[in-house]
């Protein structure tokens, strides 16, 4: 089993920046796909970004050029660095975990989900 707990989350103002951290239990962690997903009120929940065990990134298209993912295996966590954040970047934010496969975009591919931390960008 493997839990995982978010933090970093808050209230700013667009063009501000956040860095999210993700701490991950488990001796496994640098084998697993790590991704962060958010939802928005009223919305699905929906991809962001992914980083894999070899370091390979992925990203929505939404926040392509502004986020970042990274990961510290020797610390069992992952950052999303969220840079020109938005008011359309308002959203609870999820760490989650993959235990198999190369990377996915795909929510059901993750086995494991942190609770949450929310990430409020006012205009």
């Known amino acids: 089993q493997v839990q995982l707990v978010e933090s970093g989350g808050g209230l700013v103002q667009a063009g501000d920046s956040l860095r999210l951290s993700c701490a991950a239990s488990?001796?496994?962690?640098?084998?697993?796909?790590m991704g962060w997903f958010r939802q928005a009120p009223g919305k699905e929940r929906e991809f962001v970004a992914a980083?894999?065990?070899?370091?390979?990134?992925n990203y929505a298209d939404s926040v392509k050029g502004r986020f970042t993912v990274s990961r510290d295996n020797a610390k069992n966590t992952v950052y999303l660095q969220m840079n020109s954040l938005k008011p359309e970047d308002t959203a609870v934010y999820y760490c989650?975990?993959?235990?198999?496969?190369?990377?996915?975009?795909?929510?059901?591919?993750?086995?494991?989900w942190g609770q949450g931390t929310q990430v409020t960008v006012s205009s």
């Open positions: 980083i894999n065990r070899y370091g390979i990134t």
């Open positions: 488990g001796r496994t962690f640098s084998s697993y796909v």
């Open positions: 989650a975990a993959a235990r198999y496969g190369v990377w996915s975009s795909r929510r059901v591919d993750y086995d494991y």
